[in-house]
């Protein structure tokens, strides 16, 4: 069965310095999604990606964060300038569209297995 | 705006028995989507079950099942013979629709911490 996968699955890093997190995304899925969830704290939504381009994000997802599709198969993630609070695991999800009731709709999103960043 | 509201923060459940984990949550939207995904120690997300809104029939998925009251805006996650392995975190989710941007987003609960007893 397709999954999504995320590389690396631990990554520790020093505040300031830069991080790119790697997912691929279910090959004929066309949203891309990162979430972040702090340890013993719900997931929160950070950025959706469609065709492109960013289409919806957080106010967590402020100018230090930046999503990329480099090559029709990888889905990054870049924090430019890591901080503590940072640390998280970060997980990448895709889903497909679809139609219900006459409607275009997004359905149900698989998630990867997540990476966790810990930043010293 | 929507929340999601889980409002037990841990739950414990004898093997082969049943539990109930509740959810309830605030929309204006008339068709959304709703998700149970469970969260074991290794944090990888897994779906567990699905509910669209403008179904009447309670989703199933084997052991697991749903009580989706629209009205009440709840969607409770039943959990019939419990097994070991389905000791866990529970997140519910409501999928929001993002009309500026046509694309969607999940909200989540806080999460209940399911532990099943031997």
């Known amino acids: 069965e397709p999954e999504v996968t995320q590389t690396p699955s631990h990554q520790v890093t020093q505040m300031g310095q830069e991080v790119i997190l790697r997912c691929v995304p279910i090959s004929n899925h066309l949203y891309f999604y990162w979430y972040r969830q702090i340890l013993g704290q719900k997931v929160e939504f950070l950025v959706s990606?469609?065709?492109?381009?960013?289409?919806?994000k957080s106010e967590i997802f402020d100018d230090q964060f930046s999503v990329e599709r480099p090559d029709g198969s990888n889905f990054t993630l870049k924090i430019r300038s890591t901080k503590l609070e940072d640390s998280a695991m970060y997980f990448c999800?895709?889903?497909?569209?679809?139609?219900?009731?006459?409607?275009?709709?997004?359905?149900?999103?698989?998630f990867g297995p997540g990476t966790r960043l810990t930043v010293l | 705006a929507q929340t999601v509201t889980q409002s037990q923060p841990e739950m414990s459940v004898q093997e082969a028995e049943t539990v109930t984990l509740s959810c309830t949550y605030d929309t204006s939207e008339s068709n959304y989507y709703l998700f149970w995904y469970k969260q074991p120690p290794s944090r990888q997300m897994i779906l567990v079950i699905r509910q669209e809104a403008y179904k009447q029939q309670n989703a199933t998925e084997n052991r697991f099942s749903v009580n989706f009251q629209k009205a009440a805006k709840s969607f409770s996650l039943k959990i019939s013979d419990s097994q070991l392995g389905d000791t866990a975190m529970y997140f519910c989710a409501f999928m929001k629709h993002v009309s500026t941007s046509g694309t969607y987003k999940y909200i989540f609960g806080t999460g209940t911490r399911l532990k099943v007893l031997a």
């Open positions: 990606f469609y065709n492109n381009e960013i289409s919806e």
């Open positions: 999800a895709s889903t497909w569209d679809t139609e219900s009731l006459g409607k275009h709709t997004a359905d149900t999103q698989y």
